[in-house]
Antibody
Framework: EVQLVESGGGLIQPGGSLRLSCAAS????????MSWVRQAPGKGLEWVSV???????YYADSVKGRFTISRDNSKNTLYLQMNSLRAEDTAVYYC????????????????WGQGTLVTVSS | SYELTQPPSVSVSPGQTASITCSGD??????ACWYQQKSGQSPVVVIY???KRPSGIPERFSGSNSGNTATLTISGTQAMDEADYYC?????????FGGGTKLTVL
């Protein structure tokens, strides 16, 4: 059974740093396209970052230069290092597994975690 | 950057057909998918690759995509279908979500 379990959220002051973790089971993180998606309170879904199976990484403009996505193959875990946090980064952060068919540009998320809440406030 | 536009809300009576649109420049040249998110829960994919249904998703959910518009159609809408719905596409190695549509069944 595929499971994604996020952790690491909490209350952090503006300018601070936080690292989110997403522990996966039932599949291999390094063989898949893995993403972080966030949702501010009462707002819609916002894609944050993706790491391809080959290791390439991409970011939304809103977090580029501040957030870093990575994975630990030995722990089968996905991470999101968040630096220089701002109030507008307050959101529930979900990790999600992507299903990709590259030549046809098919990309969708078939499994999502339950999310972890990050609150940036003084 | 690529943008997807959805109506903020759609209302439908039980048993009727609900249609939710998602607009983007030449969206029909890409593949669209749709997620359902009920209050307090994580999103669930209900349509992928424009019109395919994952296992476990009722047949009343269907999708289409042509020109600049993708459409999610729910036939015989039930009270349990009340949720937020998001379209999503992939463009230039980035994932794009629509703003979301709140479906009310009344």
């Amino acid at each position: 059974e595929v499971q994604l379990v996020e952790s690491g959220g909490g209350l952090i002051q503006p300018g601070g740093s936080l690292r989110l973790s997403c522990a996966a089971s039932g599949f291999t993180v390094s063989s898949n396209y893995m993403s972080w998606v966030r949702q501010a309170p009462g707002k819609g879904l916002e894609w944050v970052s993706v790491i391809y199976s080959g290791g390439s990484t991409y970011y939304a403009d809103s977090v580029k230069g501040r957030f870093t996505i990575s994975r630990d193959n030995s722990k089968n875990t996905l991470y999101l290092q968040m630096n220089s946090l701002r109030a507008e980064d307050t959101a529930v952060y979900y990790c999600a597994r992507g299903v990709v068919v590259v030549p046809a540009a098919i990309f969708y998320f078939d499994y999502w975690g339950q999310g972890t809440l990050v609150t940036v406030s003084s | 950057s690529y943008e997807l536009t959805q109506p903020p809300s759609v209302s439908v009576s039980p048993g009727q057909t609900a249609s939710i649109t998602c607009s983007g420049d030449k969206l029909g040249d890409k593949y669209a998918c749709w997620y359902q998110q009920k209050s307090g829960q994580s999103p669930v994919v209900v349509i992928y690759q424009d019109k395919k249904r994952p296992s476990g998703i009722p047949e009343r959910f269907s999708g289409s995509n042509s020109g600049n518009t993708a459409t999610l159609t729910i036939s015989g809408t039930q009270a349990m279908d009340e949720a937020d719905y998001y379209c999503q596409a992939w463009d230039s190695s980035t994932v794009v979500f629509g703003g979301g549509t709140k479906l009310t069944v009344l």
